[in-house]
DNA sequence: CGAAGCTATTTTGTATACATATATTGTTAT
DNA sequence: ATAACAATATATGTATACAAAATAGCTTCG
């Protein structure tokens, strides 16, 4: 199985119960889920494979309620199948149902970009240009995760400029839902190059006040990594 | 304390405790969930209401153990709040966050609206049109229960007819998180004969295979009635 | 040789018991 | 009288034990 955390710094202590950072004030239902959705967005785990209550409650060594809860918190997010009484199963998305969310998140993120152009300030404004800049910083030296964490970066500060909450919140679930999978799609040829010049355009757009054009942008540039995606996919199944 | 299921034909039995009907292969938990979510749509739980374990434990004569894990399954449909070691309360939805959600609502239903102009048969075409007929039926004998559910009906069909099921999914959540807010804004005054108005221009541009319009006629429908729900609640407030 | 049915094992679901954190109440001191 | 603190009570979180269902493996029959 899939080492769940084997990349933040020697999760596994001495006892051979991998660590839950001393979170104080947290339950360990809601640690375990943090962990869990980390190792989910990261690939750790793959889509479909079975989550085993008993392994993973000795893994951290806690007894099968918290990760059952757990695993329900997780349900809440769409990131495992709870199908009753038969288990728990990271959630695997096939590409006709990664077609139809790629359409709701290009409109769900058009309307971030189309209220950020009316509502953004100055401040978010040079926080959106920062961001930028440090992206197109990362797509020079070449390094993928950090271009990858940027890129992240700058469409969360879309978010927030929205001044939607209930929206970000909406988009940013919708955007870990895929997470798994677009993060493969970033190592794509010209991915790096044309994901600069997207988000370029879309910047452009929203320090100029024009909601239309920042609409349409973003919905361009979700939907085009929507179609490299499923090109991606396309050349392994 | 508001009784749950007081209008679903005498949940409550001799022993003292109410009903979760029978249903083989279903567990506890789900079929609490079943119970709850109803009562809360319907508003016969208050958002901002305490759910107590105990007291819905012993109501339905089972553990904490299966309430409390329903308890984390309505989190996914974001019907109730949670907050580490301070128990559960029926999400109690502001202004505010009514309009964020509004504001998305319009979006992800105008999606609907043009994806089913585009892709709309004719025997869906039929069936839309059938509604929309009891609809007009049941805004003339004024019975306002029957048209609030031939309503949810008739946007029910045009989720389906866009042929996008996680779009439909999502659309539905969001209408259940607010539908106990919905449910009081049915009575305003002119509302009915408003919203027949209203479902005959989306349906014609759907008929009529025209996305634009199909697109902005339930956008602006969705947020006719937004406008509506917010003058209703700054009313009472 | 394959399929159907039964038994055994494993795993999920539920109940109960215990630990711990939060809320409440009452007391005391300023 | 009010505010701060302490003791109690209550509710949530977690662990363990038990029940029931599903899966796997085996036997038997066609």
């Known amino acids: 199985m899939a080492d769940i955390g084997a990349h933040s710094g020697g999760g596994r202590v001495k006892n051979g119960h991998e660590s839950l950072e001393a ?85 769900l993120e058009g309307l971030c970009a189309r209220l950020a152009a009316r509502r953004v300030s100055l401040a978010w404004g040079a926080e959106i240009g920062k961001v930028h800049q440090q992206l197109v910083a990362a797509g020079e030296t070449g390094d993928i995760d950090v271009f990858y964490d940027i890129n992240q970066e700058f469409h969360e500060a879309i978010y927030e400029a929205s001044r939607n909450t209930f929206l970000a919140e909406q988009t940013r679930k919708l955007r870990n839902q895929v997470a798994a999978y677009r993060r493969r799609v970033t190592r794509m040829p010209n991915r790096i190059a044309d994901t600069v010049r997207e988000h370029e355009a879309i910047m452009r757009a929203i320090l100029a006040h024009d909601p239309e054009r920042a609409h349409s942008a973003m919905r361009d540039h979700v939907n085009l990594l929507g179609d490299n995606l499923l090109d991606f996919l396309a050349a392994f199944e």
Request: proline share 4%; net charge positive.
């Open 23 to 107: 979170s104080p004030g947290m339950t360990l239902a809601e640690r375990l889920r943090q962990k869990l959705e980390g190792a989910i967005a990261a690939g750790h785990l793959e889509p479909g494979s079975r989550l085993d209550e008993q392994e993973i409650a000795q893994r951290f060594g806690v007894s099968r309620t918290p990760v059952r809860e757990a695993f329900r918190l997780m349900a809440a997010n769409n990131l495992v199948e709870l199908r009753g009484r038969q288990g728990a199963t990271v959630r695997s998305i096939k590409a006709q149902a990664l077609i139809e969310m790629f359409q709701v998140m290009a409109e």
